[in-house]
């Protein structure tokens, strides 16, 4: 499975957040974890059903989003 594929959007999941692998695992939640300073050991410790290929996918997430090269305002 490659890293991309472990992210889904799933509008009858988590409301349409992107989770990993549509496990109710919000991409937000770990990426909260992770800059709170967890540590990769205690999130997988935590989260039984996640590996590190998860947590992977999550950054590479989060990286392909802060590629975006301008945002626009939305008008009322």
């Known amino acids: 499975m490659k890293l991309a594929d472990r992210i889904t959007i799933d509008p009858e999941i ?14 937000e939640t770990i990426l909260e974890l992770l800059s709170s300073g967890m540590t990769n050991e205690e999130i997988l410790a935590d989260y039984e059903d996640l590996d590190q290929e998860d947590i992977l996918a ?12 301008r ?5 009322a």
């Open 58 to 69: 999550v950054l590479d997430f989060a990286r392909r989003l802060s590629q975006v090269k």
């Open 71 to 75: 945002i626009e305002p939305v008008s």
């Open 14 to 27: 988590c409301h349409g957040k992107p989770t990993i692998r549509g496990l109710r695992y919000p991409v």
